[in-house]
């Protein structure tokens, strides 16, 4: 895992690098909930915690390489973010329906996706959501 700090104590980042592995989820989920606990967010673990097994399950679920999970707070929400190395849309044609999809987009403030390609052979794709502070 990776905190940077960027601008001072409410703006954080952190990254949670995992192998293909559906254990790797409760992993990510187990991680997000101390990282929102020691940040004083506990308003946001129940939904922060949906929203990142989704993501990150799908990524592992639907791809057959590593995946990563990365959280970052603004001071004012938090933007939860999967990383995967399959560059294929999300919700693609070999994903009936796409039901995580239907909850991330129930249960998150605004949610997108990216291809990822950084030059050096890295490819994928990246599927964010994000949460507004809890009260």
């Not at 409410?10 to 949670?16: A, N, V």
């Not at 989704?54 to 004012?76: D, F, S, V, W």
């Amino acid at each position: 895992m990776r905190n940077t700090h960027a601008t001072g104590p409410s703006t954080w980042e952190y990254t949670l690098y995992v192998p293909h592995d559906p254990r790797a989820v409760a992993i990510a989920r187990h991680t997000l909930t101390r990282v929102l606990t020691t940040h004083r967010l506990p308003g946001l673990i129940d939904d922060a915690s949906l929203l990142a097994s989704e993501l990150l399950g799908n990524a592992i679920r639907h791809t057959e390489g590593p995946a990563a999970l990365k959280l970052r707070h603004n001071g004012r929400a938090l933007r939860l973010g999967a990383w995967d190395t399959d560059p294929t849309p999300p919700g693609g044609p070999t994903v009936p329906d796409g039901y995580g999809l239907h909850l991330v987009d129930a249960c998150a403030d605004d949610w997108g996706w990216f291809r990822v390609n950084t030059g050096a052979g890295a490819a994928g794709k990246y599927v964010w959501c994000e949460l507004g502070a809890a009260d």
